[in-house]
Nanobody, 113 residues
Framework: VRLVESGGGLVHSGESLRLSCLAS????????MGWYRQAPGKQREFVAE???????NYADSVKDRFTISKNNDEDTIYLQMNNLKPEDTAVYYC????????WGQGTQVAVSS
């Protein structure tokens, strides 16, 4: 399974970005998928997930600002990030749990104050 993220960039505090993660195979109906992020000098941390049933979970730090969704027909999951803060600056990684965990290559998000 190959995962390709896109949508990162440089924005100002309070602005929005939408990340996408395209899967190489039709696994969205079979896999829990989600996002982690890693800021410079910090460990990778959980951001959000969407299960095969469509239920979602979020880290407390992004709840009410980020929304994860998926489109099975497009083999893509999304992360809508609103009201971005400088502390959201990180490389964002998409993952898929299907027998084992697969990771994308990451997309950089930078938020200036």
């Amino acid at each position: 399974v190959r995962l390709v993220e896109s949508g990162g960039g440089l924005v100002h505090s309070g602005e929005s970005l939408r990340l996408s993660c395209l899967a190489s195979e039709r696994i969205l109906s079979l896999a829990h998928m989600g996002w982690y992020r890693q800021a410079p000098g910090k460990q990778r941390e959980f951001v959000a997930e969407v299960t095969t049933y469509g239920s979602t979970n979020y880290a407390d730090s992004v709840k009410d600002r980020f929304t994860i969704s998926k489109n099975n027909d497009e083999d893509t999951i999304y992360l809508q990030m609103n009201n971005l803060k400088p502390e959201d600056t990180a490389v964002y990684y998409c993952y898929a749990d299907h027998i084992s965990r697969f990771w994308g290559q990451g997309t950089q998000v930078a938020v200036s104050s």
